[in-house]
């Protein structure tokens, strides 16, 4: 995903309390610079502010960062001569989605265990109930007409 130009995520969206993989292609890349570094905190007032060497590829320059719980992710660019690429003095600022809880279910192991019994159970009376349909509509018909012969072992007849 690329959400502005030249910094690219490796997912669609950026969620709170994951690690997302950065490549940055901006002008320090395209200056060949050998070190860059990228300077990040989290929400409006930097919080956690760190910053890390990113590794140079032939894609640009990447690393990877762990997300926190904050409302943005805060971020810039510093080469090794100090100059930096900070949005024109507005630095690059991107929400942090929170990750919804409402739809996880977290089993308790007593509802679990009867659960899958439940479900274990239901399919092997399917499969017998399937079996037997298959049975009667096969062999009824012939029992009926009076075409049904039993082989007997040991016979050709």
Avoid at 80 to 109: A, C, H, R
Wanted: with cysteine; hydrophobic share 35%.
């Amino acid at each position: 995903m690329e959400l502005v130009k030249n910094i690219f995520f490796n997912t669609d969206k950026l969620t709170q309390n994951s690690t997302v993989k950065i490549s940055y292609t901006g002008k320090f890349f395209q200056d060949n610079s050998e070190e860059v570094y990228i300077h990040y905190g989290f929400g409006l007032l930097w919080e956690n502010l760190t910053e890390t060497k990113m590794e140079k590829t032939e894609l640009g320059f990447q690393t990877e960062i762990n997300l926190t719980e904050a409302d943005t992710f805060n971020l810039c660019f510093r080469n090794g001569n100090n100059e930096w690429d900070n949005n024109n003095g507005q630095n690059y600022i991107f929400p942090l989605e929170k990750i919804e809880t409402d739809l996880i279910v977290v089993p308790n192991e007593q509802t679990a265990l009867s659960t899958n019994r439940r479900l274990r159970r239901s399919y092997i009376w399917s499969k017998k109930i399937r079996i037997a349909v298959y049975k009667i509509i096969t062999y009824l018909p012939k029992i009926i007409s009076g075409n049904y012969k039993r082989k007997l072992k040991g016979t050709d007849a």
